[in-house]
């Protein structure tokens, strides 16, 4: 038989979903993805963005203090035996995102770990086959596949990922270890505007670093930052390596120039923002589903999350290129789960 609902994700906009679903009777399958290196690497793991996040300081419910005995209870011991150590100072990303697969669980949710390589939205109900050779019918989907941050590829952007190395101003920049300490945005389109305008409420100096010699952000996003006196840009300039240590982490960077190969400059630094974009993960729906120009799915009807195919609904940031934030994801995650109830309602009626 066919499932009610799929839901293809399993980040806060997918467990969300998921509950809400569960609660609802609709018995949901939730494709989580598959546990592979590839997956790892590429900035879409199971359990989403939170999964490759440590602190989370602006998720409600969560202040600083000591969870251990809560995950302890609360979560299976199959997966809290794997799970890292609690640092006693809240939550952390993939703690919360454990907490919600369980309670998504909890309700009677069934996963897979597989991921989902290809759709057919044409016929009813909706087929889906995965990448271990399953085929699935559904007479609903809800997608929460998320996307990426976009990163230069460096190693040490790897190496110092969680340890300074950020692709969220909004996330992170209130942080403490970035607090009065000078702080580097690579990028010059209006997330770099934005992202160095927000993160100067907290560093000591905040650096642009741009590969040419004027922005490509709009006039007025470009003139708050140059205008902004603890913003500095370094014009005609890459980043060639980001430099730390383990202990540290992150401690500067060293760009050259684009003009004179020869030309380096060490910039000592507490804080690393990536801030070229994202990649909604939305390649396996190319030519099922509307979508943007960046890749993003449309929302086709007002506060609805309604995709252009009628029974398929999206939620969380692949459908967001703005806000990009747990909560916001969360949010659309039940939005998209009562559409999907509504519309089995109408399909029995």
């Excluded at 993805?33 to 999964?51: F, K, S, V, Y």
């Amino acid at each position: 038989m066919a499932e009610k609902v799929v839901i293809i994700g399993s980040g806060p906009a997918g467990w969300t979903a998921a509950i809400y679903a569960a609660r609802a009777s609709l018995e949901p399958l939730c494709i989580e993805g598959e546990m592979t290196q590839e997956n790892w690497d590429l900035g879409r793991p199971p359990l989403g963005q939170l999964a490759i996040t440590t602190e989370v300081e602006n998720f409600p419910g969560f202040p600083s203090g000591n969870l251990e005995s809560y995950l302890d209870d609360a979560i299976a011991d199959d997966r809290r035996r794997i799970m890292g150590p609690h640092q006693k100072e809240g939550v952390s990303g993939p703690e919360l995102m454990e907490l919600m697969r369980q309670q998504a669980i909890n309700f009677g949710t069934r996963t897979m770990m597989e991921d989902v390589v290809e759709v057919d939205f044409s016929q009813r109900p909706f087929i889906l086959k995965t990448s271990n050779g399953e085929t699935i019918e559904a007479q609903s989907v809800i997608v929460a596949t998320g996307a990426r941050a976009n990163y230069l590829g460096l190693d040490s952007e790897k190496k110092f990922k969680n340890a300074g190395v950020s692709a969220c101003a909004v996330c992170d920049g209130a942080l403490p270890r970035f607090r009065d300490q000078p702080l580097v945005v690579v990028g010059g389109g209006d997330s770099a505007m934005e992202e160095s305008d927000y993160l100067s409420k907290f560093g000591s100096k905040v650096y642009i670093v741009h590969r040419r010699e004027e922005f490509r952000a709009s006039k007025v996003m470009a003139d708050r930052a140059l205008k902004n006196p603890k913003i500095e840009v370094k014009w005609n300039s890459v980043i060639d390596e980001v430099l730390g240590d383990d202990e540290k982490g992150v401690t500067g960077v060293r760009i050259r120039s684009t003009e004179d190969d020869s030309q380096t400059e060490e910039i000592p630094a507490s804080g690393y923002f990536a801030a070229i974009g994202h990649t909604p993960n939305t390649e396996f729906l190319k030519g099922h589903l509307d979508m943007n120009e960046k890749g993003y799915l449309k929302w086709t009807v007002p506060f609805r999350t309604n995709t252009s195919v009628e029974g398929v609904f999206a939620a969380g940031d692949v459908a967001d290129d703005y806000y990009r934030q747990a909560i916001t994801a969360a949010g659309t995650g039940c939005m998209a789960a009562l559409d999907a109830e509504r519309y089995l309602s109408l399909l029995e009626s």
